[in-house]
């Protein structure tokens, strides 16, 4: 027995007897009998009391932003979640429904969902959201293969360099096996404008960062007209919060726009689950790919909503379908439409706020270090390049000392930088440990 | 289940239909594949100025519950787009054969090698059972 | 009671807010005017805390759900979601640990990542595991990805089809066309195994590997698994395992002995991490040790001293997402595997194909099922009741509806006409199947005497049917408050 399964012995022996067999063995015959009932080498099982124990011990053997400074980003950003946010994710009428194809009884879901996408319409400028995608880069990737369906005949994808280096890898995963070129990012250091240069007759995308990989704003107006020029499509990737501030992906005329939706009240969680944020113009909505919720009336005349536009999906489409997706990240979609609904149009756009001039500040004080070099001869958010008078690694080993997870070492992805690091300041970051960071680096020159 | 099949047109085993007129035809979906697909919600249509082969996949048609390619009855260039079909779809299911049509191309005398009414419709019996 | 709540923009007031964000500490910088936004979030909601629970915790009510009565959803497992599993994941050391934070600093979340990778393997006994994947199709498009680079690597070019029975999961498919491959469809046989004479027919040096779901999605085992794969291998070919059934055959038998190359897992159905609403899923791959080098990175490995650390496989078909999956599912997983230990797992599949199986037998009277044979944990039934006319599965399943239930899968696999595929789980109880089992048989008999209560359900669901052609020919995808009032004042 286990205190998840509710049948007894009594009910397994009338069970058994109104199927006509006189032992479970009995229904697996058909396996063949030589592998059937392996022993597996697991450990043995826990009381819950002693599981709780174990797990203790393990999470507490790891660092996280409740026992460090942290001023790490790099595409997962350590943002407030307001404690509401997990009260509403704990609901098990959430959290416990399956994908709403039974939209009488999934209207809930259903519901949530569709303030999802009109919250980021409103947030893009955009005008379709879908329902989600698995994370930013995987985001990234549909949008591309949605641009090699929308842009027929032409096999050639450009990516800058400023887009997230895990997201252009995760790009060319999903593109090795169709016979399509990704070009553009190759030389470290190269800007949009270099990589707009090799957009040419077989391009079918281009691919943007803004804020990109190192923290920088770019000013997309005009660039889609280029792009377009050569009838290729503009793919943004945005940040969330950033929008609350600067100009929307639509303003740049984006064809695309995608982002990492973990900013928006999902916490860190090692890496995920996250959120994909993808919105596309109203005349590409049977291209896109994922799920989609619309609105209408149910034979009493209320209001309703339902799964729409399905016969876009891999169930109905099968092998003719441009992408295999099928869940979405409906319960990190739904964290972010509560944390968007309860930030609202203010408290949005303080975080954004306090998030830039801390991490201006933090710029401005590291930059007066002798020793450090900070890059913000450009506009950036959240994040920025700190030249290092040591190797990053070295530095950041020296912090942890003091209980400060530092910046991203750039040694890998951009080693024209020298000894650099990508520092991360958001709201979360209190001018006392910025002011302690500063110290600390001073101390390590 | 019986539907209408016109007489005076000719199908492709893809359940197209082509009507000649003059050195064009006019093509759309028999009123078997309306039936089959269910509310039309959605098509794609090619650009006028388009060329196909006979076979060639020119566009899709999505019902809510099915999605399916459209297949050039014969080869040719796109000459006309029934624009209509953009906004409302219901003519495919109510008239499919008139208001309904999907597109016209410049006729190339492929369509003689279609089928006529009752070869098509011993087709659709074949499919059916 | 009316339910009904209106969407949240019609809650809002201008001037208030729900979140209690820090003040500005620091001397304000310069903004790049140029780039600045214009509309000042024109549009944006704006309520207080408690107006946006209690708006959340309304619509919440008009879901139904695990928690909230049986969910008999073939193919998808829906299991209880453990409430620990729940506490376990929110534990900061977990949920608040930055992806890349040091080696060092993570070696609780490396050692949880490790040990699942490692009891994974052993459950279906396999060499390797990653547990990149976001969810079951990413999973498939791992594995035919790697499929694909495995043969590359050992010079086979030729190989560029995919097999695929008649009868699997659409994800199948769509996968094999997102790598570019070809998909060959093959026949099931009327005891719903694959067709060995069609398969025989198909395979060839072009055969990149078959897609399979065992037990499939008749919810019926393979009765010639071992043969299948042999003839797959001998033709060059590979076998990979859909593992959306793979909550029949824990303890039962191992994937990786019956010749399966590799396969998915899908955590959210078998490992009982809640669906979420349609998400996130989990979709962990496990496969042999000549696939392994080509395993998606990072994975997790132990050094000779005992400190785990990332590692990415040497000829590694590259990162399937960002950082190293969706790691908040995978501490579910490993909470649940913990919980039940090798017999417990055991107990879990012995027990839902029991359930599945007591339930086909107290229907097949009255719906006949696809093929009369044992079934694994889901049983296919078909909607076809003697006697009564005009009637369809989706009408059966909405009336289940207002019997409290929620439908099974309908009208899959796609070779079953009116399918009803059933999944009970093993959580279940017996009282729950037995009321389940009772209002399949009253709906039987009103679908004979009383149609109508069939044709107009659900009549007890917060919305009746809905109007879909509507949604689909005039799409209203986010919120505008023209659209919503003309809709209202609408037929």
Known sequence: ?445 | MSFNTPLDLRYAESHEWVRVEGDEVVVGITDYAQDALGDIVYVELPAVGATFNAGDVFGVIESVKASSDLYAPVSGEVTAVNTDLEDDQAPINSDPYGAGWILRMKSSGEESALLDAAAYEKHVAEQQH | MDTYEPPIFELSSPGKYGANVPDLDVPRAELPDDLLRQDDLAGFPELSEPEVIRHYTRISQRNFSIDTGMYPLGSCTMKYNPKLNEEAARMPGFAQAHPLQAEELSQGALRLMYELQADLATISGFDAVSLQPAAGAQGEFTGILAFHAYHLDRGDTDRVEVLVPDAAHGTNPATAAMVGLKVIEVASDERGNVDLADLKRKLSPRTVGLMLTNPNTLGLFEEHIVEVARLVHEAGGLVYGDGANFNAILGIVQPGAMGFDFMHYNLHKTFTTPHGGGGPGSGAVGCTAELAPFLPGPLVNRTADGDYAFITPEKSIGRMKAFHGNFGMLVRAWTYIRSMGAAGLRKVSETAVLNANYIRTQLDDIYPPAVDRICMHETVLKGQIAGATGIRTLDIAKRLIDYGFHPPTVYFPLIVPEALMIEPTETESKQMIDAFIQAMRSIAREAVEQPELLLAAPTKAPVRRLDEVRAARQPVLRYDADKFAKLRDSE
């Open chain 1, 1 to 445: 027995m286990s205190h998840y399964i509710s049948i007894t012995d009594a009910d397994r022996a009338e069970m058994l007897d109104a199927i006509g067999v006189d032992s479970i063995t009995a229904l697996f015959t058909d396996v063949p009998e030589h592998l059937r009932f392996p022993q597996l080498d697991i450990p043995a099982p826990l009381s819950e009391p002693e599981l709780m124990r174990e797990l203790h011990r393990l999470h507490n053997t790891n660092a996280s932003a409740q026992t460090h400074s942290l001023f790490l980003g790099a595409g997962a950003y350590n943002h407030f979640v307001p404690a509401a946010v997990d009260q509403i994710l704990r609901r098990s009428e959430y959290y416990t429904a399956y994908t709403p194809y039974q939209p009488e009884i999934s209207q809930g879901t259903l519901q949530a969902i569709f303030e999802y996408q009109s919250l980021i319409c409103r947030l893009t400028g955009m005008e379709v959201a879908n329902a989600s995608h698995y994370d930013g880069g995987t985001a990234i990737a549909e949008a591309a293969i949605m641009a090699l369906n929308v842009v027929r005949n032409r096999r050639k994808i450009v990516v800058a360099r400023g887009v997230n280096p895990q997201y252009r890898a995760v790009l060319r995963t999903y593109l090795q096996g169709l016979d399509v070129e990704i070009v553009g990012d190759e030389r470290p250091g190269a800007s949009i404008n270099d990589a707009l240069a090799q957009v040419d007759a077989d391009t079918c995308a281009l691919i943007v960062q803004s804020p990109d990989f190192l923290g920088r704003l770019h000013d997309l107006r005009g660039l889609a007209e280029q792009v377009h020029a050569a009838g290729a499509l503009l793919i943004v990737h945005f940040d969330p919060i950033a929008l609350a501030l600067f100009q929307p992906p639509a303003e740049a005329d984006a064809d695309i726009a995608v982002a990492e939706g973990q900013p928006l009240g999902l916490g860190l969680n090692f890496g995920g689950p996250y959120l994909g944020i993808f919105t596309t113009r109203q005349k590409y909505v049977h291209k896109i790919a994922g799920r989609l919720v619309g609105v209408t009336k149910d034979l009493d005349g209320k209001i309703a909503y339902t799964l729409t536009l399905r016969a876009r999906e891999q169930d109905i489409r099968r092998e003719r379908a441009t992408s295999n997706i099928c869940t979405n990240q409906g319960l990190m979609a739904l964290a972010s439409t509560v944390y968007l609904s309860l930030l609202g149009r203010q408290g949005l756009r303080k975080v954004a706020e306090v998030g830039y001039h801390r991490a201006h500040y933090a710029a401005a004080q590291i930059g007066q270090i002798p020793g450090y070099v900070v890059h913000a001869d450009q506009p950036f958010f959240r994040e920025f390049v700190v030249q290092c008078p040591r190797p990053a690694a070295a530095i950041n080993a020296a912090l942890r000392e003091r209980g400060i997870i530092g910046g991203y070492d750039l040694a890998a992805d951009e080693p024209q930088l020298g000894h650099a690091m990508l520092l991360c300041v958001t709201e979360m970051n209190s001018k006392s440990e910025i002011d302690e960071l500063t110290a600390a680096l001073r101390a390590l020159v």
